[in-house]
């Protein structure tokens, strides 16, 4: 299949409407719950806490259950070890080689328990993201509690649907099935994730780029596939459809949704999200983009110009030190 073809094709439908269901409703819940009660400034925990619920798509009963709780308990532990890193007057340094660990570290165990979102986009995100923000001790706690809550909440709305179903057919919950295993060249892969996170966050913050972090994640995303012109493939969807996202949300930063509007958009994008990163990765983006930018605004609003130009700037920096990690690094064939 060429280049043009892979970056066009749409895949199968797959039941994305369960996922992008579940996912509205994890983000949506907490984030209402937060803007009730005043603490939006919360709402990067409570985002990265809900991404729990993305993960055990292709499972049910026992098996999502399992995948979800190892994910929730990873994203707990990479947005407290944000906050701490957020601590320091030194931060953007240290999340550096701290997220290139948090990407070693979640891609081995992504791999050898074969989680679905497979690599670890999600944790790099976390961790790097809640680490960029200047922390206090006060905020250690909030970003314990609410993170694992929301995760909570996603794994119980990932659970619902299989409830609703064995009370209608009177049928038990299936046994778990065993997740995971030996993968080939697992510490490799490993390796790669981490090498394309610590070049790509180096330069970014070298460059005094705003917000490395989004080279960081950026890097990961060609590494998450095993061969090279997947890799390039990936790489080619991030850039074009994070420069198609940037329009789209410098459209809803002209309209200045803000309150409940601005949480609501942020649970849509999300489903939208869902119901396209299986089919298509680049249009899945799209939406993506605009909301990661939100996610940022609902935190700490800074100037649009400078938002969407970093996003712009670091994603193309990460994409490439992706690819050319994934190339340097290949196998070798004899």
Request: net charge positive; glycine share 10%.
């Given at each position: 299949?060429?280049?043009?073809?892979?970056?066009?094709?749409?895949?199968?439908?797959?039941?994305?409407?369960?996922?992008?269901?579940?996912?509205?409703?994890?983000?949506?819940?907490?984030?209402?719950?937060?803007?009730?009660?005043?603490?939006?400034?919360?709402?990067?925990?409570?985002?990265?806490?809900?991404?729990?619920?993305?993960?055990?798509?292709?499972?049910?009963?026992?098996?999502?259950?399992?995948?979800?709780?190892?994910?929730?308990?990873?994203?707990?532990?990479?947005?407290?070890?944000?906050?701490?890193?957020g601590l320091s007057d030194q931060r953007a340094w240290l999340s550096v080689p701290f997220a290139a660990a948090v990407a070693v570290g979640a891609s081995?165990?992504?791999?050898?328990?074969?989680?679905?979102?497979?690599?670890?986009?999600?944790?790099?995100?976390?961790?790097?993201?809640?680490?960029?923000?200047?922390?206090?001790?006060?905020?250690?706690?909030?970003?314990?509690?609410?993170?694992?809550?929301?995760?909570?909440?996603?794994?119980?709305?990932?659970?619902?649907?299989?409830?609703?179903?064995?009370?209608?057919?009177?049928?038990?919950?299936?046994?778990?099935?065993?997740?995971?295993?030996?993968?080939?060249?697992?510490?490799?892969?490993?390796?790669?994730?981490?090498?394309?996170?610590?070049?790509?966050?180096?330069?970014?913050?070298?460059?005094?780029?705003?917000?490395?972090?989004?080279?960081?994640?950026?890097?990961?995303?060609?590494?998450?596939?095993?061969d090279l012109t997947t890799q390039v493939t990936r790489g080619l969807h991030r850039v074009v459809g994070t420069g198609l996202g940037l329009l789209v949300?410098?459209?809803?930063?002209?309209?200045?949704?803000?309150?409940?509007?601005?949480?609501?958009?942020?649970?849509?994008?999300?489903?939208?999200?869902?119901?396209?990163?299986?089919?298509?990765?680049?249009?899945?983006?799209?939406?993506?983009?605009?909301?990661?930018?939100?996610?940022?605004?609902?935190?700490?609003?800074?100037?649009?110009?400078?938002?969407?130009?970093?996003?712009?700037?670091?994603?193309?920096?990460?994409?490439?030190?992706?690819?050319?990690?994934?190339?340097?690094?290949?196998?070798?064939?004899?």
């Amino acid at each position: 299949m060429g280049l043009l073809r892979r970056l066009l094709t749409l895949g199968p439908h797959a039941g994305a409407h369960r996922i992008a269901l579940r996912s509205a409703v994890s983000v949506l819940v907490p984030l209402l719950v937060l803007w009730t009660s005043d603490h939006l400034a919360w709402s990067i925990y409570a985002v990265f806490g809900a991404f729990t619920s993305l993960y055990g798509r292709d499972r049910t009963d026992r098996a999502r259950l399992s995948l979800q709780v190892e994910a929730g308990i990873t994203q707990v532990a990479v947005v407290t070890l944000g906050v701490l890193v957020g601590l320091s007057d030194q931060r953007a340094w240290l999340s550096v080689p701290f997220a290139a660990a948090v990407a070693v570290g979640a891609s081995y165990e992504s791999t050898r328990r074969g989680w679905h979102p497979p690599g670890s986009l999600f944790q790099v995100f976390a961790f790097a993201a809640v680490a960029s923000a200047p922390a206090t001790s006060a905020d250690v706690a909030p970003a314990i509690l609410v993170s694992a809550a929301t995760a909570l909440f996603a794994v119980l709305v990932g659970m619902a649907g299989p409830a609703v179903r064995r009370v209608r057919s009177a049928t038990p919950l299936a046994p778990a099935q065993p997740i995971g295993g030996a993968v080939e060249g697992v510490t490799r892969y490993a390796l790669q994730s981490g090498a394309g996170v610590l070049i790509a966050g180096t330069i970014a913050t070298s460059a005094g780029i705003g917000r490395p972090y989004w080279a960081m994640v950026s890097a990961v995303v060609p590494l998450v596939a095993r061969d090279l012109t997947t890799q390039v493939t990936r790489g080619l969807h991030r850039v074009v459809g994070t420069g198609l996202g940037l329009l789209v949300g410098w459209a809803f930063f002209a309209l200045d949704v803000r309150g409940l509007g601005l949480v609501v958009l942020v649970a849509v994008l999300q489903a939208g999200a869902e119901l396209l990163v299986g089919r298509n990765y680049a249009l899945a983006l799209v939406l993506v983009t605009p909301l990661a930018l939100l996610m940022v605004h609902l935190v700490a609003p800074v100037p649009t110009g400078e938002l969407l130009r970093d996003r712009g700037v670091e994603t193309v920096i990460g994409v490439v030190v992706g690819i050319a990690v994934g190339y340097l690094s290949r196998p070798r064939t004899s």
